[in-house]
Structures are given as C-alpha cells and as structure tokens.
C-alpha cells in the first residue's frame, strides 16, 4: 500500500498533512505510516496462512521502538544482529522465543543476553562462531538452538554492497563446508540443531536468485538429515525489493510466499521468513526544508536543512530516493541537484530532479523508512532528527530530536 496521497496539492500520509508535521515537529525529520507497517507485515503473513511459518522482521531496517511495538503486537517475530537490538525488542515487548539471532560477528556477551532471554534460534555464520556458543552455553548450563547460515553462492543480482550471497563475501558458510559444519554442530554437546537459513542480499526485484537458493538450501536440508540430523526449520531470509521509482516494480510479497509455500509443499520443514525493507521501507518519508537555491553556471543546487547524516542510502549505495513537494505553490519548474549542507561532496540526495520549490518550502524524501534513521550518525555534530508515527489523524512523536548538548555529553577535556 502507499502510504502517501497528494489532495488539493497537498501530500498526507494516512489522516495526516505532512506540512503540519514538519511545521509541529520541525526538520528534518522521519514520518511512519502505522497502516502501511501493518499491511505490509499482514501481506506476508496472510499469503502463509495454512503453513507453519514465523515472518522474523529484521529490526535493523527500522528498530525504532514504535515500529518494533506495533510487530510485536500483531504476533511478529524478529531477526536481530546485536546485543542492543536484542533490548530493544525486548523493550518492545516482543516475545523472546520469536527473536532469531544472525550476523557474522556475535560476542560472548551478546549470546549469554540472548541464551539469558530464551531465543528461539542462533543463526550461526562459521566453526568458531559454533565452537564458542558451545562454549557459552556449557558455562551457562544450557544448550544453545542452532541453524546455519549457508552461502549458497547465488548471485542477487543488486547492488555489490547489498549483496551477501556470492563466494568471497564475509557472511555464512561456504557450500561446500555445510555439511561438515552441521556434523561439528551435531557433536557439540552444548548446542542443539534446530533449522537451515539464508539470506543472499537486499533489494532484490527479480525472484529467480531467491528460488535457486531455496533450491539449494533445500538439497543441503535434505542432506544434512541424511546424516542423522533432523532439520525443523528452513529460514529463507529477507532481502525482498521494494518500488523506490515509477518504473520498478517491487517484488511481490504474495508471489514470493506462494512460490515459497509450493516448493515446501509436502516436506517436515517449518518456515522462517526475515523480511525488513519490505515491511517499513516504502511506509516512511523523511522530511526536509529548502535553504537556499543556489543557482551556479552548470548546475542548480537545492540546498535543504537534511543530508547524508540523517539518510546516506544515495551517498553510500547510489540509492535512488523520489523527492517531491510537500504543497504546491505556485513556482517556477527548474532542474536541481538536492544536496544536504554536510561538508563532503558525496552529500547528495537525488540529481537532476525536476522540482517546483523557493527557500522556505517543505520537501519529502519518500520510501525512506528503511536504512533510513538507523544509518544516521551525528556527522558534522548534527542531532538525530525526531521520529513521528501516523495513524490514522494522529501524529505522535516516537522519538525526540537529538540536543546539540547531548552529542557531546560523554565528552571532556584535558584537566
Ligand atoms: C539485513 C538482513 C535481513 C533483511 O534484509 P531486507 O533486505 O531488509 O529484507 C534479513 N536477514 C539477514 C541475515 C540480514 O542481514
């Protein structure tokens, strides 16, 4: 669903005029639709109805705590990839044995918080990471539930920097090491094998790389358990693409989980999904005001008040954001580079846009909800701008903008 409409020239989201946001809660700031959220979440879980599944949402997509608390209370579980994502679901009040814990480099701190919760699942990305689970758990008394992260080397055809599937890259474990890795899981006494995951990259559009991985995963499923150990469940990962301009079209949810559903027709195996763009991506804007114009020989710079520190998707991955309008006055039509005022020249948010604005006008950065706020940093000694959630004709801020004074209220000086 779109969360955005334009009435009478003005933008809204929801019950909601995004001019009123940006005049109450200021900018730069973030703006989630609730009902996109949920609707986003329901089109996974709705095309699973009659599988046994569990949609795992990747918290650090969007791990604001009212993002995190309306999953939680639709049933949702959690994909999380550190100790402090672990607090904030719990935070949320999500349910610990729906939290999965991935990610290539956990500490002994974090797997005693997560062993400590009662998680559902490790997803262990090589030996070592094994070997010390084992370890952890042993010293706590436990036994820690595993799945491996297999490599199936599949390429995801997106962006090499959201692309984690091929050989040489530093997630999962190698195809061709799996099987010995489960028999060294399998030995492990402190360690339990419960599941199988994948995960091959982000902003994926085209589903052909998403099936020949579950092809692959499924051969190795299958012989892992001829060796003796049962897999539960099959986690196929996130990293389903979303529509960021007119002319893509997303991956379809509904698709994706039929194809999913069909393919596991008839096997022993439970799902696990971990999706994050998908769910929060297109059901957040950033907005922003316009500084200057400055009107140069060659080009035209849309100077405005947010930037690579509050969205670095353009500058880090050439991310492609629609900028528009919040209202529509009457103004002349001009082509502009939209560019934030941090001191690097790759602090660009959308080139060569063609934009009817004047100093003072409000702007929204649209499909911006996720790798949105939880990439922003304070580059430049910015504060975090403010998160505000819609539903429905509220607007409610879920997050205060950062004080200049707390950036550096660790600080000290030399005596
Ligand atoms: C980032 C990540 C996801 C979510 O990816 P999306 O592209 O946002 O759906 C899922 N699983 C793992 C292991 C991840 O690292």
Redesign the pocket.
Known sequence: MSAIRRIDGELWMEGVRLAEVAARFGTPCYVYSRAAIETAWRAFDDALAGTDHLVCY?V??NSNLAVLGLLARLGSGF?I?SGGELARVLAAGGRPDRIIF??VGKSEEEMRAALSAGIRCF?VESEPELERLDAVARAMGVRAPVSL?VNPDVDARTHPY?S?GLKGNK?GIAHHRALAAYELAARLPNLRVTGI?C?I????LDMAPLEEALERVLELAAAVAARGIPIAHVDV?????IRYREEETALDIGRWCAAVVARLAGSPYSLVL?????IV?NAGVLLSRVEYLKLDKDRRFAIVDASMSELIRPALYEAWHEIVPLAAPDRPEALYDVVGPVCESSDVLGTDRRLAIAPGDGIAILSAG??GMVMSSNYNSRPRPAEVMVDGARAVQVRARETTGSLFAGESTLD
């Open positions: 990747a650090k997509a994909d990839v991935s990610g997803n992260r959201i984690t997630f995951d995960h990259g982000s902003q994926i990962g996130g990293g389903l693409g971990e999706p994050g763009r998908a991506g996720a790798y």
